[in-house]
């Protein structure tokens, strides 16, 4: 079956660096990726969504210029936690959109831990 | 615009027992929607999703879940809990348009006695 690999699965970096995220679809081209945020023991938020060759279409109280999207080809997109701080620490999982076959598929997420 | 209202953020059962997870909806469309399950520190798996066809839905792991227009509501159930069903589930619903784009509730986190 279609697989979306994300990769790193776990980052800790020190605050005020930067940390990018990979979300590729393995075995199919993706028009559309999502991206989102889940805090502990609560639900995902989506944060922007993704496709490709344009800009990321953000959620209202996400900053564009902290959570950096590129999506520059149907099957590879990256989040870019730019400046990292200790409360951008998270759980970010990504979803990848088949488009015409109506399928929507998740990556296994990264937890990030910025110190 | 679409939302999901999961009631219950902690529902305990024990083994055997039956599973009832409830989720409400609105929608201003006929909505699509979807039941995942989360393991810790990992992605979603889907285990089932209603797209307007029969009101039945049958998943993966013995899950089902009823579509209730008249009641708004999408529940989940499994007639006998396992052990390895103790996971974090959400209910979600397809945002307006055919992109893939899901509003999730609140999640239940289930757990199973033995």
């Known amino acids: 079956g279609a697989v979306v690999s994300q990769h790193p699965s776990r980052v800790i970096c020190k605050s005020g660096t930067s940390v990018k995220i990979e979300c590729r679809s393995l075995?199919?081209?993706?028009?559309?990726m999502f991206w989102y945020r889940q805090f502990p023991k609560q639900s995902l938020m989506l944060m922007a969504t993704?496709?490709?060759?344009?800009?990321?279409?953000?959620e209202q109280g996400v900053e564009k210029d902290k959570f950096l999207i590129n999506h520059a080809s149907l099957t590879l997109s990256t989040l870019t936690v730019t400046s990292a701080h200790p409360e951008d620490s998270s759980f970010y999982i990504c979803?990848?959109?088949?488009?015409?076959?109506?399928?929507?598929?998740f990556g296994s997420g990264t937890q990030l831990s910025v110190l | 615009a679409q939302s999901v209202t999961q009631l219950g953020s902690h529902v305990s059962v024990s083994e055997g027992a039956l599973v009832l997870l409830r989720c409400n909806y609105s929608?201003?469309?006929?909505?699509?929607l979807f039941w995942y399950v989360q393991y810790p520190n990992q992605g979603l798996q889907l285990l089932l999703k209603?797209?307007?066809?029969?009101?039945l839905v049958k998943g993966i792991n013995g899950f089902e879940a009823e579509f209730k227009k008249s009641e708004t509501s999408f529940h989940l159930t499994k007639p006998s809990a396992h052990m390895s069903d103790a996971a974090e589930y959400f209910c979600?619903?397809?945002?307006?348009?055919?992109?893939?784009?899901?509003?999730f509730g609140q999640g239940t986190t289930l757990q199973v006695k033995p």
């Open positions: 979803s990848a959109w088949t488009g015409s076959y109506e399928k929507l598929f």
């Open positions: 075995d199919f081209q993706a028009t559309t």
């Open positions: 993704s496709n490709e060759g344009s800009k990321a279409t953000y």
């Open positions: 929608s201003s469309v006929p909505p699509y």
């Open positions: 209603y797209t307007s066809a029969a009101t």
């Open positions: 979600a619903v397809r945002s307006s348009g055919n992109t893939g784009k899901l509003i």
